[in-house]
């Protein structure tokens, strides 16, 4: 992605990294989907926020998280049992931007562009930037008054940023 405003200035920045699938074994683990299986957010976040499906929130501090196929089996200082690891199934995990790696001078976190216009390379309005849908790629949920927008993020979708408007470019007939 290229450099831009949002690459400067994020401040502290929120970061959904993934979500609790289950608990695991009887000593509390629990098995986590990070919607990034390369991110490094459980190695070096000290502390993350659990959203729980209830709308509370817990802090969890990472103790060890080790791969098992599509998921980390993950152990936090806080939960001890299987009945508390159960208790974070559905959780979603929020790690802060400041407790991971920095960013290269080129990258950017997505979320610090939600909110943002969205417009094609030759000026085009698309809409505002409402949210985005992780499968095996990332999707930015663009909308307007009329219609929203599934816009994947390919290696050069993003152009640009600036003045919160984000310039992408799109492939013939997606936002037809």
């Given at each position: 992605m290229t450099a831009s405003d949002a690459s400067r200035d994020q401040g502290v920045i929120p970061l959904t990294i993934g979500y609790v699938a289950g608990a695991h074994g009887i000593r509390?683990?629990?098995?986590?989907?990070?919607?990034?299986?390369?991110?490094?957010?459980?190695?070096?976040?000290?502390?993350?926020?659990?959203?729980?499906r209830t709308g509370e929130t817990r802090m969890l501090r990472p103790e060890s998280a080790r791969p098992q196929g599509k998921f980390l089996l993950v152990g936090f200082e806080e939960v001890l049992t299987r009945t508390h690891a159960e208790e974070l199934k559905g959780a979603t995990l929020i790690a802060l931007s400041d407790t991971l790696p920095p960013l290269e001078e080129d990258e950017?976190?997505?979320?610090s562009i939600r909110g943002f216009q969205v417009v094609t390379e030759d000026g085009r309005s698309v809409g505002t930037l409402q949210d985005f849908l992780t499968?095996?790629?990332?999707?930015?949920?663009?909308?307007?008054?009329?219609?929203?927008?599934l816009i994947p993020i390919l290696n050069d979708t993003i152009r640009s940023t600036s003045e919160r408007t984000v310039t992408v470019r799109v492939v013939e007939g997606l936002l037809d």
């Open positions: 509390g683990e629990v098995k986590v989907r990070l919607h990034h299986p390369d991110s490094e957010a459980l190695f070096t976040a000290d502390k993350l926020t659990a959203r729980m950017f976190y997505l979320e499968t095996n790629i990332d999707i930015m949920i663009v909308r307007d008054k009329e219609q929203e927008h």
